[in-house]
């Protein structure tokens, strides 16, 4: 069966510093693979998402960057973050355009 | 993808049915309505979908319009683990990025 393993559940920061989440899909093969965060209170908002190895598509213009060195691997990360980048992160996979399997997420505060 | 409008918050009964309501006016005839839910402090979890027919698996219905502008999402039994935020989203089959948009949801309280 396919698992998705996230980490760090939970994460503090200080302003400036760096952040590298990473997110493994078992189970599967050329799985599409994604990020969404969730500000408190909010809906999940679609941050990237990647078809395969190396090829990476950003949903909205931000402090983040994602890459995706395997293709069961996909990481976040910033070189510097804002207190703005406080939130729930979110990695996701999902085959053929079908349901999204989600991890159990990271909450990240930046201080 | 399709706008979807949902109520912000219902409250049900421990063990009554619960009714989602969603509105997605503007869906197309290639488009899905997918429902997941979100417990407190976790990741969403896929409920179910459907394309036209109505849909039922284990954890609930799915009954849409036959004009496909609303859909229903029916929880059975609801029991206190059901108090969740739901989401609806409707979306085409697209095997190149095909991310969900998630909305705010419903946020369903089960009392018991």
């Known amino acids: 069966s396919q698992t998705i393993h996230q980490w760090p559940a939970t994460l503090v920061q200080p302003v400036g510093s760096p952040l590298s989440l990473e997110c493994t899909v078992e189970?599967?093969?050329?799985?599409?693979l994604y990020w969404y965060r969730q500000a408190a209170g909010r809906g999940l908002q679609l941050l990237f998402y990647?078809?395969?190895?190396?090829?990476i598509s950003s949903e909205v213009p931000q402090n983040l960057s994602a890459s995706r060195p395997q293709d069961r691997q996909f990481i976040l990360s910033s070189k510097k973050l804002l207190l703005s980048d406080s939130g729930f992160y979110l990695c996701?996979?999902?085959?053929?355009?079908?349901?999204?399997?989600f991890g159990s997420g990271t909450q990240l505060s930046v201080l | 993808d399709a706008k979807t409008t949902q109520p912000p918050s219902m409250d049900c009964a421990e063990g009554r049915a619960a009714n989602l309501p969603c509105n997605h006016s503007?869906?197309?005839?290639?488009?899905?309505v997918y429902w997941y839910r979100q417990i407190h402090s976790q990741g969403p979890q896929y409920i179910i979908h459907?394309?036209?027919n109505n849909e039922t698996n284990e954890m609930a219905s799915l009954i849409i319009t036959e004009d496909r502008k609303s859909s229903t999402l029916i929880l059975p039994h609801a029991t206190l683990r059901d108090t969740a935020v739901y989401y609806c989203?409707?979306?085409?089959?697209?095997?190149?990025?095909?991310?969900?948009?998630f909305g705010g949801g419903t946020r369903l309280m089960v009392k018991p």
């Open positions: 996701a996979w999902s085959l053929n355009g079908e349901k999204l399997f």
């Open positions: 459907g394309l036209k």
């Open positions: 990647s078809v395969g190895i190396g090829q």
């Open positions: 189970g599967t093969s050329n799985p599409n």
């Open positions: 503007t869906i197309s005839g290639n488009e899905y």
């Open positions: 989203i409707v979306r085409a089959y697209n095997n190149a990025g095909n991310m969900l948009t």
